[in-house]
């Protein structure tokens, strides 16, 4: 690789990668860490930017928006389908996009329903499936489902060509990585000897030496009609485990794609930081693209300078007698102000609170100084104090990550 | 003690409080057990609202009380045991504090002992290829693992005589499914062993005086969203009682209407040049921290507002202070602790 120089100087071909040149440069990026840091946010801010700088054609798709966000984003009731994000919020936020912004809805349910419509080889199968009641509880409620059908529909969706780039927002799953291994989980489950266990006719199965124990003590546990209802279940699901195996198979590659990039989402706080290492570092072991780290909800850095904590420790010890001397400055105004008692107290407050807060700022600097991976793109975002929910909001945040 | 919002910060945030789409209050009639004396409580929340934090801090208190008690991790994501700085759990439990014993929940280590111990079916030689087996068949069959997990919890407070187990159960996206496995796995499963095991199992979650869940949220946007969605799930989907929320990470207020106004008198331009020459540096910074910080929570004041309205007003909200601390570890567990011991009178 060239060596890195400074931007605008004639030998200096590559510039030091950004947001900027990252989301212009990959077609695919997966938004992911640990939860409550801001991921959902994260990408559609990420979205937006392309959206208004390169002038692509931007799909976000996310799993749980916050409501007033999925307001925004024109998503309130839509589900699963892409939706345009309407001119009038663009106006709203005083934006001319040179591209596109869609966005749409992971739903878990429709996901699947519609990949069986898809895969089924008839429809008297489709239906039947549909209508069993372990497929239902499957689809609806099972938890680990998400982290397939997000990478599915992520799959479905550049498989259909019709935008430049996606971003997309992972589920909150029990583990950061579960969704990573989704596809050859699933894979592995078709091809699996407990599945053809579970599809054997159920009279020869225990006279089966290898199935017989497991059949044994599942009836046992579960008794024989349960079982028989799984059975059942998957005989009708036998015609489609080769269309899934290798799906399973192409999503996993395309996440493992040139085109295809991750950004890790984090706050400066131990637990979900931790998280957010094992994970980067997981991405680079399994030789995936670790495109960028994103740190949210970071503290400003006037609060991390000992000249701030010298003052404040000055207004808290000299409360008193600086609030004498400021009593006639500060009542200019209004002399209710003037009360000497009552500016000592907002003074010795107001270091306090400053002194508190300077504890956090300087634990989260070293936390940042110690990171123990090194992404191409390191982002950090300050901490906002009013909640994201429009395009305004998103942009701002957009361009705290972009350069 | 946490700094409670008052009514004056109510009235700033009554205004944005209430979104058109709230769910309305969800209502438990049964009678509400004081925490601490519930036996088997599990605790939940959303990522990153210190979920792991309260359930180890809810066990120590316990434990400091005189109590014999054991706490679960059901995620086994190994994150507990630095709250205790102790060496990573395994599934036979270990005292790691005087009176507090953890263990970390194993599906395969769990079904061993379930079929050992309550279906009496002989275990003979290696049960790996089984377990994994019935690993798969939890993948393909919902609840058969969550029975395995709270079974193995109720089976805990039933036969070992802990006088309270705490669960750091799955996230709130996650808790339902485990809670209501019982009721799911007993609409599926007609006969069977497993259908008196859980027949037990729901009476034991259904009993308000035994079994509570403990929601932890922070004053936030999306974790007040869904502590209220989970609340109202909890109600409709299991049997299970909502029998508190945590609200955690509450900062402290700085200021009254009054002090508010003389704090903005000197920020202005002339006090603000006057007090840099007095302190002879540049107090700017200080006075931006502050603003700031009443800021950040003014907005939090808002969602505080949209909670408490829509959660029953008979299940307590317990407030926890945001912690100012370099500390991690046993320390802030400690202080955590401390905090929840004085919200709940002690």
């Not at chain 1, 349910?109 to 209508?131: F, G, M, N, V």
């Not at chain 1, 046992?220 to 799906?247: A, K």
């Not at chain 1, 991976?373 to 998103?394: C, H, K, N, Q, R």
């Not at chain 2, 307590?316 to 955590?336: D, I, M, N």
Request: proline share 6%.
């Amino acid at each position: 690789m060239a060596p890195r120089t400074p931007k605008g100087k004639a030998d200096a071909p590559v510039p030091a990668p950004t947001m900027d040149s990252l989301l212009a440069t990959k077609e695919i990026v997966v938004a992911c860490g640990p939860g409550g840091v801001g991921k959902t946010t994260t990408a559609a801010a990420s979205a937006l930017m392309a959206a208004v700088n390169h002038g692509s054609k931007v799909l976000v798709l996310t799993v749980d928006p916050a409501k007033r966000l999925a307001n925004a984003l024109g998503l309130d009731g839509i589900g699963n389908t892409e939706h345009k994000v309407p001119a009038s919020a663009f106006r709203a936020a005083g934006l001319k996009p040179r591209g596109e912004l869609w966005a749409a809805m992971l739903d878990t349910k429709e996901s699947w329903d519609s990949l069986i419509r898809h895969h089924a080889p008839d429809e008297q199968t489709r239906d039947e499936i549909l209508a069993n009641p372990l497929y239902q509880s499957i689809s609806g409620r099972f938890i680990q489902s998400h982290d397939y059908i997000a990478m599915e529909r992520l799959y479905e969706i550049h498989l259909s060509a019709e935008y430049d780039l996606i971003v997309v927002d992972t589920p909150p799953t029990r583990n950061a990585l579960d969704f990573l291994d989704a596809p050859e989980r699933m894979a592995d489950f078709f091809s699996s000897r407990l599945l053809r266990w579970l599809i054997v006719p159920y009279r020869s199965k225990l006279v089966n030496v290898a199935t017989k124990p497991f059949y044994q003590i599942s009836d046992r546990i579960l008794g024989t009609e349960f079982m028989s209802d799984i059975s059942e279940f998957f005989i009708l699901f036998q015609t489609m485990y080769d269309g899934f195996v290798e799906r399973s198979k192409a999503v996993g590659r395309l996440l493992a794609d040139r085109r295809t990039t991750f950004v890790v989402v984090s706050t400066l706080e131990a637990t979900p930081l931790r998280e957010a290492e094992f994970f980067a570092e997981q991405l680079t072991a399994r030789r995936l693209h670790l495109g960028a780290i994103v740190l949210n909800k970071v503290l400003p850095d006037y609060l991390q300078g000992r000249a701030g904590a010298k003052v404040a420790e000055a207004m808290k010890d000299r409360a008193e007698d600086l609030a004498v001397e400021l009593a006639p400055v500060v009542g200019a105004g209004d002399p209710a102000l003037a009360d000497p008692a009552q500016i000592a107290r907002v003074l010795t407050e107001v270091a306090d609170s400053y002194l508190n807060f300077q504890v956090v700022a300087l634990r989260e600097m070293e936390e940042r100084a110690n990171l123990a991976v090194a992404p191409e793109v390191l982002a950090t975002v300050p901490f906002f104090d009013t909640d994201i929910y429009d395009l305004s909001g998103l942009l701002r945040l957009g361009e705290q990550i972009w350069d | 003690m946490a700094d409670r919002p008052d009514a004056a910060e109510a009235a700033d945030a009554a205004d944005a409080a209430h979104g058109p789409g709230d769910p309305a209050p969800t209502a438990d009639a049964r009678p509400m057990t004081p925490l601490l004396d519930r036996k088997l409580v599990f605790v939940t929340g959303k990522g990153g609202t210190g979920k792991t934090t309260v359930a180890s801090a809810l066990a120590l208190l316990a434990s400091s009380r005189g109590k014999r008690v054991l706490i679960c991790e059901a995620d086994a994501k190994g994150e507990l045991a630095a709250y205790y700085e102790c060496p990573p759990m395994a599934f036979k439990e270990k005292e790691v504090q005087p009176g507090l014993f953890a263990m970390a929940m194993d599906t395969e280590a769990s079904l061993r002992e379930y079929l050992r111990l309550q279906l009496r079916v002989p275990v003979v030689g290696r049960i790996g290829p089984v377990a994994k087996a019935f690993d798969f068949l939890g993948t393909a069959a919902p609840g058969v693992r969550e029975i395995l997990t709270v079974g193995k919890f109720c089976w805990e407070v039933r036969e070992k005589g802990w006088d309270m187990v705490v669960v750091d159960a799955p996230a709130s996206g996650h808790i339902v499914g485990q809670l209501a496995a019982p009721q799911a796995v007993n609409g599926l499963v007609k006969v069977g062993l497993i259908r008196s095991q859980t027949d037990w199992m729901l009476e034991m979650l259904s009993d308000p005086a035994i079994t509570g869940l403990l929601a932890v949220c922070t004053p936030e946007e999306m974790p007040v969203t869904e502590t209220i969605e989970l609340a109202a799930r909890v109600e409709q989907e299991t049997t299970v009682q909502l029998a508190g929320v945590v609200v955690n990470r509450v900062l402290p207020e700085l200021f009254g209407r009054k002090e508010e106004a003389v704090f903005e008198a000197l920020a202005g331009a002339g006090p603000l040049a006057e007090l840099d020459t007095l302190v002879d540096g540049d107090a700017g910074p200080v006075l931006e921290a502050a603003r700031l910080a009443v800021t950040m929570r003014r907005t939090r004041a808002t969602h505080l507002e949209r909670l408490r309205a829509g959660i029953d007003p008979g299940v307590p909200l317990l407030y926890l202070p945001y912690l100012f601390t370099r500390a991690h570890g046993l320390r802030t567990t400690r202080q955590v602790a401390g905090s929840l011991g004085e919200e709940l009178g002690y």
